[in-house]
């Protein structure tokens, strides 16, 4: 009976992958349709001189020919036209070799990312009008056709440069993003603060090269940290509490990888206790994270302090296969030129950001306010 049970765990789990499969392989079709739809409007345009109007008229026509399939709307169809404007065979292409290039997910570093600055002169020539079943195999090999369409929209919608676009899909797939997540990373600049941002850090003078790049790339600065509110003079211990209190936000804000340890983690050296504020475990670069929260801006003695604590995780927790403790000093503000002061000859890896809060509501506005209750009979008011 329980090789049976064994058997029938092994067959259920096969018939869920077979079935999740046979989904991402729907979708992926499913876009191309819509890529080719964009394209046939696209060239019917041109060629006859169409306006405007055949879109509605298409919508109507499909729809009476096929009622019972949704999202061939007017909207839709405008979406699919941009969709294919926005993503060209030979943009397509260059999509495919990058992800070759990337390889693994750990890749995607700020060396490599270099190579997203898709201008039209970089785009792969394809000297030969490609045929409908080579445009289809470049299109369901390209990272394009891995996301849902409404993703896509978001990414049309909000975003215009091809190697940013290229990134928050690569970001997407790799963390399994929700279409609401991608929104509110576009919102916050999570490719500013991410990429773009200048990181103050002495990483590549404490670690080796593979997790300098790594541990670089997954730093942000500054962290939004908009599910916490600022309360009054809001000290290190209420953020620490609003952080541990929405924790899984809290995760997603720092990134994949992470494990939450513990927040005012007990040390005792030399008979004397201290307590470290945030203590976490990096999966992938297999090494203990100390945060430091300070509510107010950057001061030189905050790294020393920092590297205290890192002393002590090494020496109390770090295990043969961890790596050295990486520590993160989140502060309100910081000027840079005294923070790379502060940082140099720290033996350990360190990287100092900046964090923002959401702001609270005066007590004296929030009387003022309408109540959410009073906003939605308003709505109902209006539908009538």
């Not at 541990?215 to 000290?235: E, H, R």
Request: charged share 25%; net charge negative; aromatic share 10%.
């Amino acid at each position: 009976m329980n090789d049976y049970k064994l058997l029938f765990v092994e067959l259920k789990k096969k018939v869920q992958q077979a079935q999740l499969k046979t989904v991402i392989a729907a979708n992926a079709h499913m876009l191309f349709l819509y890529w080719e739809t964009g394209n046939f409007i696209i060239k019917h345009q041109e060629e006859q001189g169409w306006g405007a109007k055949i879109i509605s008229l298409l919508a109507a026509d499909l729809k009476k020919e096929f009622p019972s399939i949704k999202g061939f709307s007017a909207r839709n169809l405008l979406y699919m036209k941009q969709f294919s404007e926005t993503y060209p065979i030979q943009l397509l292409q260059k999509f495919v070799q990058l992800e070759a290039e990337l390889g693994t997910s750990d890749a995607l570093t700020q060396h490599i990312l270099e190579k997203l600055n898709l201008a039209d002169n970089q785009l792969v020539e394809i000297t030969q009008q490609p045929v409908a079943q080579l445009e289809e195999t470049i299109f369901l090999q390209s990272i394009v056709s891995k996301l849902t369409w409404s993703h896509h929209v978001i990414l049309m919608d909000k975003i215009a440069d091809p190697g940013k676009r290229f990134w928050y899909m690569l970001n997407t797939i790799e963390h399994g993003n929700s279409r609401n997540v991608l929104a509110m990373q576009i919102e916050s600049g999570l490719y500013e603060r991410q990429v773009v941002a200048k990181k103050v850090t002495n990483f590549s003078k404490t670690m080796p090269e593979p997790q300098t790049d790594f541990a670089n790339y997954i730093l942000k600065d500054p962290y939004i940290f908009d599910f916490v509110q600022a309360k009054g003079k809001a000290d290190e211990r209420n953020i620490e509490q609003q952080l541990t209190d929405h924790i899984t936000k809290f995760l997603l804000e720092l990134g994949k990888g992470f494990a939450f340890i513990g927040k005012q983690v007990r040390v005792e050296i030399g008979g004397q206790d201290f307590y470290i504020d945030l203590l976490l475990y990096h999966t992938r670069l297999h090494a203990y994270v100390v945060v430091e929260l300070k509510a107010r801006d950057f001061e030189a003695g905050d790294t020393g302090q920092l590297n205290f604590y890192i002393n002590v995780i090494n020496d109390q927790l770090k295990g043969p296969g961890d790596n050295d403790t990486i520590g993160i000093l989140l502060c309100k503000g910081k000027n840079e030129v005294l923070a790379e002061y502060a940082l140099k000859g720290m033996q350990h890896p360190i990287g100092v950001a900046e964090y923002q809060l959401a702001k609270a509501i005066p007590e004296e506005l929030k009387s003022q306010l309408p109540d959410i209750a009073d906003l939605e009979q308003e709505l109902v008011e209006d539908k009538q």
